[in-house]
Nanobody, 116 residues
Framework: QVQLVESGGGLVQPGVSLRLSCAAS????????MGWYRQAPGKQRELVAR???????YYQGSVKGRFTISRDNAKNTVTLQMNSLKPEDTAVYYC??????????WGQGTQVTVSS
């Protein structure tokens, strides 16, 4: 099973940018779709963005135009560039496959807090 390690989160002010990275312990080239999810306090985890091996992307409406997902199969990484951050983007961010793995695996996530 591929292990996923998310990083790059932090405490930032509204309007700034963050770049999240997800490093996989093994090859992701055979994983057709990778995604970034987030879970805000008191809310269910939700899919924010996904990317296929053909670089087709999808974004949740609330982040469209502000977030960009990318993947590098050679480096086994998935990145989420987040611009113009808003307080409502505050959440723990996770990367994972789409659809989710059957064994319920999640990495530790990375906390993003947007606050003035």
């Amino acid at each position: 099973q591929v292990q996923l390690v998310e990083s790059g989160g932090g405490l930032v002010q509204p309007g700034v940018s963050l770049r999240l990275s997800c490093a996989a312990s093994g090859s992701i080239s055979s994983i057709y779709i990778m995604g970034w999810y987030r879970q805000a306090p008191g809310k269910q985890r939700e899919l924010v963005a996904r990317i296929s091996n053909g670089d087709n992307t999808y974004y949740q409406g609330s982040v469209k135009g502000r977030f960009t997902i990318s993947r590098d199969n050679a480096k086994n990484t998935v990145t989420l560039q987040m611009n113009s951050l808003k307080p409502e983007d505050t959440a723990v961010y996770y990367c994972n496959t789409v659809p989710l793995p059957g064994d319920g695996y999640w990495g530790q996530g990375t906390q993003v807090t947007v606050s003035s």
